[in-house]
RNA sequence: GACGCCGUGGUGUAGCGGGAACACGCCGGUCUUUCAUGCCGGAGAACGCGGGUUCGAAUCCCGUCGGCGUCACCA
């Protein structure tokens, strides 16, 4: 492989949060130009104005970056290639159209939609598929100008060649079309914009670059893709095929995962009678019809993700992950989502599978990539988050878990960086930062947030007329005078209680624990009545004893 | 339907002509003051199916079936 000017990119539209496919995309461009030397281009397909959301390409740098991946040019990163919005490069469709145009490549059209709606029926009645008629003789530049005068739309079509054609792929081998497969397709819309397939193969060739690594679903637009290099008389890049990402059960990972699950969960809620339509309608504050179409009519558009949040909650489920931005905010470690992503569709061979961004792009190469489609196991990457979380020093935990609880809005945001060093490490086992908070949040709350879970309380307290009532009584007065309050003399001090009194040290320390978490379930002793300090300790075994 | 891609345990992968390996998950056990970790052990694929080439095939060839993708003035 020629190392020397290697140029690849990502190009992703501007319609929301990055997702997790796009995000296997990206890496996979930004190994490939690192392993090579080269230069990673991040280029924002914004052509089709009405979808664009504002500021979208922000969030995608912001998860891009909190993954580590930085790209050489692009948005905000100025390069002898700019400007990388292509709402911004519209001359340069506009050149490559007229050149198209001239050279017989390209042809005017005028069908509304409807027209071209009822071509599509009767193709679909006749059972042939559908390709769009080209006319004979081609439009000319006075037929456009007359058919605007009259308000008919006027697109520009490629004159798709009558030809086989072969492509190259670096993981698919030669992939071969046959002729006669495409239709003529429009390169530039009515509105004056370009399409897709137009707009990428002019700026890849005016950005200079040489390998396009991108999903598999994009194969078949490649043949369109190649015919308009080869009019434009511009250079094929390499091409490269990435395998799809898969949910765990195979079906095509997507945003509208989200609402189908939170549908599916709000149904059943319905089924069971924990819920009713009137409760979808209060708690999302749409109208009947609304929620019709939302529930019944599977219309995703009719509620927002905010409405969406507030249902998931009432009917108790779980929205999934889809977004990079979504497993920042469940807690996750981008070393641990980048390192899971990396191996679907790669693998650096071996036994070899924890890797840092460093080593991937070590060992990075295009033969290595799979030719079969992964599927996305949450259980895997939740174990691999374990992983990455139990070797991560306790700094880097400190750092990673303040970004995930100033973006939660979690009240140990607060805490100081040493506390917090302490805490985490108290809780290490845990796969994402919530069973952080699970297990010692409560210790950082008020003394009247604590809830007593009853089952504990009668397990742990009540049984044996109150033995656990009574242990919390006799330990009262001996922690009030207790020396020093530190880990290892509370630890030392349970010990010594358990020792004096025959007594287990669970028949001590889980009274304790209860008393003062509401739960059986804290970090070590010591540690917990250390987070807390002496003063809530005994707090809040009063506290618990009023239970009595 | 047309075209295209793919097919190793439940999942991700390794192996690419000569004992099917690793990780996750699952099951059982175990350490521990709780949970989670950790540790030990186990079940689970004759490599979609059929045929061929070969002394020998998951690995090469052909066929077949299945899964998926694409068929917009969305990207």
Known sequence: MTTENVRARFAPSPTGYLHVGGARSALFNYLFC???????????????????IEGAEKKIVEDLRWLGIECDEGPGVDGAYGPYFQSQRRETYDVACA?????????????????????????????????????????????ADKARAEGRPVVVRFKVPDEAI?????????VTFEAGQLDDFVIVKSNGWPTYHFAVVVDDAHMAISHVLRAQEH????????????????????????????????????K????KVVRQGVKDAIKQKKMTDADVMSLTGADEAAVERWLRKKADAELGMDQVVKLAAAADVTIPEIDVHDFRMSGYLPEALLNFIV???WSPGGDREKLTRDEMIELFSLDRINKTAGRFDREKLLAMNLDWCSAAPTERLVEAFKDWATLNDS??????????????DSCRGFRTFPDVVAKAGVLFEPDEAVVYDEKAVAKVLAKNDGAGFATLESLLSPLESLESWTAESIEAFVKNTCEATGAKMGDVAQP????????????????????LGREKTLNRLRQCLELR
């Open 343 to 345: 191996l679907i569709g």
């Open 34 to 52: 690192r392993r090579h030397g080269g230069k990673f281009v991040l280029r924002i397909e914004d052509t089709d104005i009405d979808r664009n």
């Open 219 to 254: 194969l078949m637009n490649t043949p369109k893709h190649v015919f308009i290099q080869r009019a434009l008389g511009v250079a094929t890049p390499k091409y490269a095929h990435l395998p799809l990402v898969f949910n765990i059960d195979g079906t095509k990972m997507s």
């Open 512 to 531: 304790i624990r209860v008393a003062v978490a509401g739960r059986p379930v804290s970090p070590a002793i010591g540690e917990t009545l250390v987070f």
């Open 166 to 174: 072969t492509i190259h792929d670096e993981i698919l081998g030669d």
């Open 411 to 424: 009240h140990m945001a607060k805490l100081d960086d040493a506390t917090l060093g302490r805490v985490l």
């Open 99 to 143: 050149k198209l145009l001239a050279s017989g490549d390209a042809y005017y059209a005028f069908d509304t939609n409807e027209e071209l709606d009822a071509l599509r029926r009767q193709a679909e009645a006749a059972k042939t598929g559908f390709r769009y008629p080209r006319p004979n003789p081609l439009p000319t530049a006075a037929d």
């Open 256 to 259: 509208r995962d989200k609402h």
